[in-house]
């Protein structure tokens, strides 16, 4: 009944509670049994457009790992660099490999891509989303709460990729999603309601608010991203005075609840967003976090191609 076959990743608003729950289950399952010939003889294309570590380390262990071959495409080194279309690009990629990740600055330029390829288009983080985070941040604290619905997530700092994706998936899998941004951070307005219909639906809730310190009361988990995210460099200094309030500090942490969880997607940036003090204390589950993107992304893999 649930079939993934040739389907896109572009947002978790795509997609039904019961095939997120699927996909996080099949995560479960290859974190333990990790090598398998699943995807032999396949090859994803990797566009970036932009830096990473985890993601481009992640899909191409998983590749490995799945059998399978990636390829690094650096945007730059392509003709899409020299201003070969989005759409000519995605129908050549079509006829060599199984299916592409891309990680772009604009969601329109993935939906371009998957509305003119045949392979299926799987979203390494662009201007609105990052669906690959979201999956690996609910196994995460699926791990660490053993459930999700009903778990207080509360997100603090830039409503940006990041804290969409979560507001979408945590809405979906019925957390209870708290956003803390201060004013003119605030996540998309359509974003903000797309999440909150699809709460009511699945019995989480959505909030938006200023008051980082309210927000944290009762916190299951606590997450920070970055301040200035890639391709806001201009706006670092302006971003910080605002951003500083929304930091993740042990006064955050001593707000929420004792067993706090506390997530970050990385890279961080210590003293900002977050203190070395927490993110190297002993709530911090980072690294797990950063490990469980090579698991959700061979579960999507292995669904989609
Ligand atoms: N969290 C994340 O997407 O990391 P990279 O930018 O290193 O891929
Ligand atoms: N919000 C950050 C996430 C990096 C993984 C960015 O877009 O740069």
Request: proline content about 3%; hydrophobic content about 40%.
């Amino acid at each position: 009944k649930i079939s993934f076959q040739g389907r896109h990743l572009l947002t978790w608003k795509d997609y039904k509670r019961e095939e997120i729950v699927h996909l996080l289950e099949r995560a479960v399952e290859l974190k333990q049994k990790p090598y398998s010939e699943a995807l032999a003889q396949k090859t994803l294309a990797m566009i970036f457009e932009k830096s990473s570590t985890r993601t481009r380390v992640s899909f191409e262990v998983g590749m490995t790992q799945l059998g399978g071959t990636a390829i690094n495409l650096n945007s730059r080194d392509m003709q899409l660099g020299r201003g070969e279309t989005i759409a000519d690009t995605a129908q050549v990629l079509s006829r060599y490999v199984d299916g592409i990740m891309i990680r772009t600055d604009s969601h329109q330029k993935l939906q371009e891509l998957a509305a003119n390829g045949n392979v299926p288009v799987i979203s390494g983080l662009c201007d609105i989303y990052h669906p690959c985070q979201a999956l690996a941040d609910m196994l995460t604290i699926y791990e660490q709460k053993e459930k999700l619905s009903g778990v207080k997530l509360v997100y603090t700092g830039d409503g940006n990729n990041v804290a969409h994706s979560l507001m979408i998936i945590g809405a979906i899998l019925g957390l209870e999603v708290v956003v803390a941004s201060p004013p003119g951070y605030e996540p998309l307005g359509f974003v903000t309601e797309n999440a909150r219909e699809l709460a009511e639906t699945n019995g989480g809730s959505v909030t938006i608010t200023a008051d980082v310190e309210k927000a944290a009361e009762d916190a299951d988990v606590l997450y920070a991203d970055v301040w200035t995210s890639m391709g806001q460099e201009a706006e670092e200094a302006e971003r910080k005075k605002a951003l500083f309030p929304y930091q993740v500090n042990q006064n955050l942490v001593d707000i929420a609840k004792p067993d706090v969880s506390v997530l970050h997607c990385l890279p961080a940036h210590r003293e900002e967003e977050i203190t070395a003090e927490v993110i190297d204390g002993p709530n911090s589950v980072v690294f797990d976090q950063a490990e469980n993107r090579l698991h959700v992304q061979k579960a999507i893999m292995e669904a989609l191609l």
